[in-house]
């Protein structure tokens, strides 16, 4: 992320400006922030069911970084989904886990 510091008032602001890439942006994505190791997969199998049906190609599941719990678990389980094609971390942001479903 870019930021600037910015004088007003002799009070200093931060801004803070988020670099939005339009790729991962078109993608139908899942955020599981805040679930749990057990419960992390109900919510992504579901997600990869629906969008199988709808016959989307690629999905995001965006995790976050922090010590990698859902990360290693959703990545554990999509080895084992015939569903699932291939998954890759996002270069431009690792927080993410792009899913390629199998026709």
């Known amino acids: 992320m870019d930021s600037s510091v910015v004088e007003n008032n002799n009070q200093i602001q931060h801004k803070v400006f988020k670099k939005i890439?339009?790729?991962i942006e078109i993608l139908p994505q899942l955020d599981v922030h805040g679930y749990t190791e057990d419960t992390v997969m109900t919510v992504v199998n579901d997600f990869i069911e629906d969008n199988y049906k709808l016959r989307r190609k690629k999905i995001v599941v965006i995790h976050g970084n922090g010590a990698h719990i859902l990360r290693?678990?959703?990545h554990k389980d999509l080895k084992r989904n015939k569903k699932v094609k291939k998954y890759y971390l996002y270069n431009m942001n690792i927080g993410c886990?792009?899913?390629e479903l199998e026709f």
């Open 21 to 23: 890439d339009p790729f």
């Open 97 to 99: 886990t792009i899913i």
């Open 72 to 74: 290693n678990k959703i």
